[in-house]
């Protein structure tokens, strides 16, 4: 299953939220996550800050890359959703080592709001996740799962 998550920064609470370490528990800004982050995917479409976790612990998701939307526009959803997909896409099968339609794992994507462009977001964080109420242990980098 193909997922697409908007998110919303709002800019101070971001700020706030993105205290927490990547090693260990906390909440993370979508905007300060990292490669190979694992965390726990958001319940809602709209998301300001992710769970993370250590991979050693049972998490949902991973950060596979962090890509940038070009342009000063904020794009049309139909064009963010198509870059996204692409984006990621790709991303998966360098981080993975296998296509995504290959995979057991599910492709998702957070990407900039309207109101979070407004406030300088670009980034589009791309995570693979386990299917449904299942969990990972461990990185999936390499894996070829």
């Not at 109420?133 to 980098?141: K, N």
């Amino acid at each position: 299953m193909k997922s697409f998550f908007n998110r919303i920064c709002l800019g101070v609470l971001a700020c706030v939220l993105g205290a927490g370490t990547l090693s260990g528990c906390g909440f993370s800004s979508v905007m300060r996550l990292s490669v190979g982050a694992c965390v726990q995917v958001p319940p809602t479409t709209s998301a300001y800050s992710l769970e993370t976790v250590s991979c050693s612990r049972p998490h949902q998701a991973e950060v596979i890359a962090l890509p940038t939307v070009a342009g000063a526009n904020f794009p049309e959803a139909a064009q963010l959703e198509t870059d996204a997909r692409r984006e990621c896409e790709l991303a998966f099968r360098s981080y993975v080592g296998i296509p995504a339609e290959d995979s057991a794992l599910d492709l998702l994507w957070l990407a900039p709001s309207r109101e979070s462009w407004e406030r300088g977001d670009r980034q589009i964080v791309c995570l693979a996740a386990a299917n449904g109420q299942q969990t990972l242990s461990g990185s999936i980098h390499d894996s070829a799962y």
